[in-house]
Each structure stands twice: as C-alpha cells, then as structure tokens.
C-alpha cells in the first residue's frame, strides 16, 4: 500500500493572508515530540510556528487508506507567545485556531494512545512500551492550515538507550531530524527503541535495517533476514530499472503483523518466532 496522506479538506480553503505569505520562503516549523518512560500512555508535542498568520489555524491529518482520527486523542492543547497565554479554541473535530494577532507562536499538547486492541498489533499502528515504539507521521503532529509547504524540524527527547530510525534526513550531533514539507513529515513514521540496526546498499542507495524486539524475542539469522531484503530491492531495482528513492529504511517490528509502504521507507510486522522459523 502506498501512502499519500490526504491533508483536511479545511486546507484547501486558506484566507488572502496565509495565499501570500506562501509567496516567500515560508519558516520551518519546529516539532519536540517528548517520550517519558515513567508515562508511557502517550507522548507530549510542543510545536513552534515562527511568523504565525494571525488567526492561526491547526489541524490533525487524514490517512487515505486508513483513518485512526487521532484528533480524538489529543489532549490539552495551549498556546503561548512572547505577549502570554493564547486563547485556543476548537474550531472542528480536528481543527484548532489560535488567537494571534500573528509573529512566533509556541503550541503543547499531548497524544493519549487509545487501549490497545486484543491479539497482533497492526504493523502501522502507532504504540509505546519499555523497551520502544512507533511514533510521528499523522499521530503525533498538528500542521498549520495553509502553510503545508513549510519545511520541519523534528527533535526527538526519548528514555535512555533509545535511538530512532526513520526515513527523515538527520541533523549532525542532535537526535532531530528534518522535512523539505508537511506532507512528508507525514509520510516518514518513527520507530524508537532499544533497536537492532543494519545496513546494505544497492545501485549505490544506502538501505537502513531497523528492527524493535519483543524482550523475549527468539533468536534468528540475522544475516539471512538482511540478505534477503538485499535480494528483494535488487529484484525491484532490475524490474523498475532504477530505485525511485535516495535512501530507504526499513522499520521492523516484532509482535505485529501486515506492512504499509512509504515513499522512502515500510513498517513491517516481523515476529521473531517467524523469523527464526523461517517462515
């Protein structure tokens, strides 16, 4: 499955103002997604909009394939510039707006998981536990209704012993990344862990393995699961006659199950047990 997040309908109507400061560079905006691990129900966002519209709009994304209406789990929304508190009002169910008359506003707000359902987990589904986690893309981050151009930067402030994989371009010396736009900050999930990592190349394109293990996650051959995945894009690579990508990352997981594509990277469900069975 191919994944082009589908922005609000909302978006497409942006005011005269928002029309022509999209006419410059637009400012990046800044993303802190925060995991605690003595409160693993959910993860804190603080977002930095600099040269804010007044009126400032935001709003939660849409899958196209599948919609988690995550908006229902945001909680505690605020807002805050050099001036004080903002009013934030909640315009719809998944559109906020903000009262400023403009310049550099600070938004926080939290995602509280849902319960997680009985059985395997679906391999795109956003979770948290001890030991790692899926994080980013459509469940964790607002954007600014009219502004989708805008370029992110994504810190990340995670338990000790995590690191983070995913397909956004990383910063020197910070665990934070970047996004040319919103759509494809969008399109670039997060796995975040006490993860196991490999690399291989093809046609000269890096590709990155990422793998979150269960604590009891059984032995496997590890280099024949990353010999195959080698196998696999030189197939893609010969029958497509090039890769479309410039890196791609793999983000394995064990205990779940099924995959979702995106441009430059898949969440996979690999269990352990499968893998060491060679199934």
Known sequence: MRTVPILLAAALVAGSSS???????????DYLLVVDSADLSGWSVEMHVHGAPPGLRL???????YDDRFWRYVRGVSATSAAGPLAVVREDSAVWRVATTGGDVAVRYRIELPPASPGARQSWTPFLSPTGGLVGGPHS???VLGGEAAPARVELRLPPGWTAATSLDRLSGALAFTAPDFPTLMDSPVLVGRLRRWSFEVEGVPHEVAYWPRPDAAAFDTAALVGSLTGIVREASALFHGLPYRRFVFLLQDGAYGGLEHASSTTLGAPSEELAGDR
């Open 141 to 143: 981050f607002m954007y």
């Open 59 to 65: 709003a939660m994304a849409a899958h196209p394939e």
């Open 19 to 29: 029309l022509a400061a999209q006419a410059r560079a637009p400012d990046p905006v």
